[in-house]
């Protein structure tokens, strides 16, 4: 079993920055990709980033440019570093990690004001 712990969310201006990070604890070998969706009220659950063991990088288009995904292997912690927010950046994010099975974080809310 993985858990996982969120932290760094908040409220934040519009063009401001934000930092996440989740840190996975508890029983597996490896956990090839980790990574971030979100989720909006009244919307679907949408890939953010992903990144692999390896540091291979998945964005979605809408935060190319402004969001970095990264890991530390030795802590099983990957990060999100957000800059230049919109409103529309406005979502719980939730952290993903991919092992034998596919395991969530409880989320963590961002609020980017205008």
């Known amino acids: 079993q993985v858990q996982l712990v969120e932290s760094g969310g908040g409220l934040v201006q519009a063009g401001g920055s934000l930092r996440l990070s989740c840190a996975a604890s508890?029983?597996?070998?490896?956990?090839?990709?980790m990574g971030w969706y979100r989720q909006a009220p009244g919307k679907q659950r949408d890939l953010v980033a992903t990144?692999?063991?390896?540091?291979?990088?998945n964005y979605a288009d809408s935060v190319k440019g402004r969001f970095t995904i990264s890991r530390d292997n030795a802590k099983n912690t990957v990060y999100l570093q957000m800059n230049s927010l919109k409103p529309e950046d406005t979502a719980v994010y939730y952290c993903?990690?991919?092992?034998?099975?596919?395991?969530w974080g409880q989320g963590t809310q961002v609020t980017v004001s205008s």
């Open positions: 990144i692999t063991s390896a540091g291979n990088t």
């Open positions: 993903l990690a991919i092992g034998v099975l596919r395991y």
């Open positions: 508890g029983r597996f070998s490896s956990l090839n990709t």
